[in-house]
């Protein structure tokens, strides 16, 4: 018995490579925009304030949402 690829082994070594090499981002976005969820309008678990638009949010249990960094509070 010869070692060497079979046919199905060496489309899945091209499909891979190929893979490798392909930017998988978003149709719509370009690579590198954010991919923080956004809850505008929720209040924050960590801090009770809302999330305001364009701010990163994460969730937190099914129901809860929270600030990925709450913002500074100024008096």
Same mark, same amino acid.
């Given at each position: 018995?010869?070692?060497?690829?079979?046919?199905?082994?060496?489309?899945?070594?091209?499909?891979?490579?190929?893979?490798?090499?392909?930017?998988? %981002?978003?149709?719509?976005?370009?690579? #590198? =925009?954010?991919?923080? *969820? /956004?809850?505008?309008?929720?209040?924050?678990?960590?801090?009770?304030?809302?999330?305001?638009? %364009?701010?990163?949010?994460?969730?937190? #249990? =099914?129901?809860?949402? *929270? /600030?990925?960094?709450?913002?500074?509070?100024?008096?």
């Amino acid at each position: 018995m010869t070692a060497g690829y079979t046919p199905q082994q060496s489309l899945v070594g091209g499909e891979s490579r190929r893979l490798a090499d392909a930017d998988l %981002g978003e149709g719509d976005k370009h690579t #590198g =925009e954010d991919h923080f *969820a /956004h809850a505008t309008g929720k209040t924050c678990k960590a801090c009770g304030r809302t999330i305001e638009a %364009g701010q990163a949010a994460r969730r937190r #249990g =099914e129901t809860d949402w *929270a /600030h990925d960094v709450c913002p500074i509070v100024t008096n």
